[in-house]
């Protein structure tokens, strides 16, 4: 248990807990499926009475790596360790007395060797923050690394245990009892009692001070916290390792780690492996599929303690290969099967050799063809031309797709280039590709044509639109009946001219490849000038004035009425002028009169119309 001053009277308080994972072991406290909260007890001074019972809520937990130094051992798979550390704030005022975070927990595993009735004795984990400490906003120190949980008998130790102080005061290392805490009965005490505590009854000829035995002795250098000692018993033993800091020769703090170390038989793991398509018979078999080249990975564990490599195979019957580099990269004369060695670590009690056979093997180079219908939405027909039945082949379309077999059809949904690639497999794991860029933009099919009329006058814009889905790849034209065309897949078209007209829409693929379709039915474009055909001159005030109506611009704009015998009537130049029906001031008489306009159009045309009107008084 270690705390952290974050100022303000503010303190961070962390426990970490260690155990034996196998399976039916009790889980940490506060941890999911366990029926017993994480609870520690805060004391000020010497009361006996908690100041608080604080719940330290769920741990994070994580497997303990199980290692050794040794390159040449191997632990024997028979211990489990987990870490859960939990975590809080606190808030302690000072009141110049010292805080007791305390928490306890029983009992210990029943297979530790070197203490009395481990399966009735728990233990107590405690930090005091004293009152100098806190006027100091003092931090504990905090140990760097997670102590070897597991030794091999016979494997010399040297672990640094050291830790780091924040306020890099004086440390100095020990160690030292562990501390009884809980009971059988009471394994997680609601409220955690306060020092001072007993220590746990070590069993002969095992001490605080020789937790493991060995030869030499396990010990800890006080200075630097490094321990050393040879471990020379199996077994799990119970072991306290204590780290005091001193500021000025003043105790500020004492942190202590209560750890179980497991000694085990460990074995030999420094064995020889190298990349291979398969093992027979504890030989290697090695196809290489790159033409001459040799590319073997030495992949001999553990790779940090490898000292030397040597490689022998026969190239003929009179000639043997040589190499002493890690990875075997050579040049071998033709395809065929060779026989080899590879040596590590020779002239050690670490070395190892495998035997390989190495097979020179052909490359395929596959090709394909296809066959495909440029216009039209079908199925595309592949064949990988110069394999046979025994390779492995994989068609890969680049759209989500794939297939096997030597001949295979594929149909495309979305248009677009597609990089179709073949993979190969042969018989003895050589592998190889080959790609081929498919072009699939099929004509498509074009929807509804739409347009839009914007305006009564010359020029009239329309707007067109087509249902079409298509890439960028496609071109589209359109064709608006007055000679006129457009490249944009919904234009806008100005007609200058009245008339019926049929536009059409064509689609062509980047292969050349026409779909056209039109409207039907001709549109009619109509500038809406509109003539009446009677009125009634009289004072009344309905329809007794006979006009042009027109909402659009006609420049040149003349206007006529003549009688039956072509005797003018009325004329105008201004389009917003109406006649009254009256001639030299006189109303002329009831009939049928003839009447002509004329304009000049956008493309400077004169444009004309006449009809007849019906006078009634």
Request: hydrophobic share 35%; net charge negative; charged share 20%.
């Amino acid at each position: 248990m270690t705390y952290e001053c974050l100022g303000a009277e503010r303190f961070r308080c962390e426990l970490i807990m260690f155990r034996d994972c196998k399976a039916g072991n009790t889980g940490f406290d506060g941890s999911a499926g366990s029926f017993t909260d994480c609870t520690v007890s805060i004391y000020r001074g010497e009361s006996a009475f908690p100041f608080r019972n604080i719940d330290m809520g769920s741990p994070e937990i994580e497997n303990f790596p199980i290692e050794s130094d040794n390159p040449c051992l191997e632990f024997i798979p028979d211990v489990c360790v987990q870490q859960g550390k939990y975590t809080i704030d606190l808030d302690l005022s000072f009141t110049g007395e010292s805080y007791y975070i305390i928490y306890q927990r029983c009992c210990r595993n029943p297979t530790i060797n070197n203490i009395r009735d481990p399966q009735r004795t728990g233990s107590t984990l405690f930090v005091e923050i004293t009152a100098e400490a806190q006027q100091l906003c003092n931090s504990s120190p905090v140990f760097n690394s997670l102590p070897p949980l597991v030794l091999c008998t016979g494997d010399a130790l040297e672990f640094d245990h050291s830790a780091s102080d924040a306020d890099g005061n004086e440390l100095v290392y020990s160690f030292c009892a562990p501390l009884l805490g809980g009971a059988r009965n009471d394994p997680a005490p609601d409220v955690d009692l306060p020092p001072p505590y007993t220590e746990v009854e070590y069993i002969n000829p095992y001490s605080a001070d020789n937790p493991l035995g060995g030869s030499p002795e396990i010990s800890i250098d006080p200075q630097t916290g490094l321990i050393t000692g040879t471990p020379d018993t199996p077994g799990q033993f119970s072991v306290g390792v204590c780290v005091e800091e001193y500021q000025n020769g003043m105790l500020l703090s004492k942190v202590s780690r209560d750890v179980q170390f497991n000694v085990v038989p460990c074995k030999n793991i420094f064995e020889t492996d190298l990349s291979a398509n398969a093992v027979v018979s504890e030989s290697y078999l090695v196809f290489n599929c790159n033409d001459s080249i040799v590319s073997i990975e030495n992949n001999s564990t553990p790779v940090n303690d490898i000292f030397n490599v040597r490689w022998e195979f026969g190239i003929d019957e009179d000639s043997i290969f040589i190499a002493d580099t890690y990875n075997l990269n050579t040049t071998v004369p033709g395809y065929g099967e060779y026989n080899g060695l590879m040596i590590i670590n020779s002239g050690t009690i670490c070395a190892d050799t495998a035997e390989f056979k190495l097979f020179m093997v052909e490359p395929i180079e596959p090709e394909f063809n296809y066959v495909q219908d440029f216009c039209l939405a079908k199925e595309i027909e592949f064949d990988f031309f110069n394999g046979n039945e025994e390779i492995e082949t994989t068609w890969d379309f680049n759209d989500g797709d794939t297939a096997e077999g030597m001949e295979v059809s594929h149909l495309f949904i979305e248009p677009g280039e597609y990089n179709v690639k073949l993979k190969t497999l042969d018989p003895f794991g050589c592998r190889d590709s080959v790609s081929q860029t498919i072009s699939w933009f099929p004509i498509p099919d074009i929807g509804n044509l739409s347009y839009q009329i914007n305006g009564q006058c010359a020029p009239l814009d329309v707007d067109f639109g087509v249902e079409l889905d298509i890439v960028d790849d496609y071109k589209v034209k359109w064709f608006f009946g007055d000679g006129d065309s457009s490249d944009v897949q919904s234009p806008t078209h100005a007609y200058l001219k009245e008339g019926t007209f049929l536009p059409s829409v064509t689609v062509t693929n980047p292969q050349g490849c026409i779909v056209e379709r039109d409207f039907g039915d001709e549109i009619l474009i109509d500038f809406n000038i509109y003539v009446p055909n009677t009125f009634s001159p009289v004072t009344n005030n309905l329809n007794d004035k006979f006009c042009v109506f027109s909402f659009c611009d006609l420049p040149n704009f003349d206007f006529t009425i003549y009688d039956r015998w072509g005797i003018e009537m009325y004329r105008t130049t201004d389009v917003n002028s109406c006649w009254n029906g009256y001639k030299n001031n006189r109303m002329v008489n009831n009939g049928v009169y003839t009447w002509v306009y004329s304009y000049t159009n956008v493309d400077n045309e004169i444009v004309s119309e006449f009809g007849t009107l019906t006078l009634i008084r």
